[in-house]
């Protein structure tokens, strides 16, 4: 009695929180350049200027993209309570940002040469969540 029950399965879930605005300008085909004007935090902005530079054939670019995408997610994700290992679930939107973000950053590693940085990526996509990288065409 009195003792607070361990999750023996491990951390749960973090979940970003809702970012109605700039999801809708994302959802709504505005250019991803212009969402990170307006929102330089908003993670999927700077994942979709990373993936549009891959499918551009500029992995260089879509590194950058990607890398400050990545890092603002996991701002976002320490002050949603992450303590830098468990579940960050693509089936939640708002974690999407971030998940997508860290794929197109795997994916530009593996193009320039960052062989390490490829497989730190693409592990830690899987550890986030089993079903990402499938999502993400990882997998």
Request: glycine share 10%.
């Amino acid at each position: 009695m009195g003792r607070m029950r361990e999750n023996l399965l491990g951390p749960e879930p973090t979940r970003l929180p809702e970012r109605p605005e700039a999801q809708a300008a994302a959802d709504g085909g505005t250019d991803p350049g212009k969402i990170v004007r307006a929102y330089p935090d908003f993670s999927e902005a700077w994942a979709l200027l990373a993936e549009r530079a891959l499918h551009a054939g500029d992995p260089v670019a879509a590194y950058a993209y990607a890398r400050t995408g990545y890092h603002r997610g996991l701002d976002q994700l320490r002050r949603s309570g992450w303590k830098g290992f468990g579940p960050v679930p693509w089936a939640h939107r708002p974690n999407q940002g971030f998940l997508r973000a860290l794929a197109a950053l795997a994916r530009a590693a593996r193009e320039i040469g960052e062989d390490e940085e490829f497989e730190r990526c693409a592990k830690f996509l899987a550890d986030s969540d089993p079903e990402a990288p499938a999502a993400l065409g990882l997998g």
